[in-house]
């Protein structure tokens, strides 16, 4: 069965960074888009970042110059790395795809900017 399982969450400072991770099981992630979306307490769940399988990738506007997502397709693994964090960037961190025409999400991976 295809499963997405998040981590590198944590505690950071503002200004810090994080690289967390999506690995996949029971399916090869080579041929497939991983989609990254975050969901601040209150808030509904935003698109944050994407990598399809070759490669391209795309942003929200508030994490381009920020956020790189790239993947390892030897570890079926795709990474955001998150430089510059701010208060703004604390939410549960997901990733998502789409495998055989179903939608499969991990669990999340909070990530809380604070002082």
């Known amino acids: 069965q295809a499963q997405l399982l998040e981590s590198g969450g944590g505690l950071v400072q503002p200004g810090g960074s994080l690289r967390l991770s999506c690995a996949a099981s029971?399916?090869?992630?080579?041929?497939?888009?991983i989609v990254w979306f975050r969901q601040a307490p209150g808030k509904q769940r935003d698109f944050v970042a994407a990598i399809s399988s070759d490669g391209s990738t795309n942003y929200t506007a508030s994490v381009k110059v920020r956020f790189t997502i790239s993947r390892n397709n030897a570890w079926n693994t795709v990474y955001p790395q998150m430089n510059s964090l701010s208060v703004e960037d604390t939410a549960v961190y997901y990733c998502?795809?789409?495998?055989?025409?179903?939608?499969?999400w991990g669990r999340g991976t909070q990530v809380t900017v604070s002082s």
């Open positions: 029971g399916f090869t992630l080579d041929y497939y888009a």
């Open positions: 998502q795809t789409t495998y055989k025409s179903r939608n499969y």
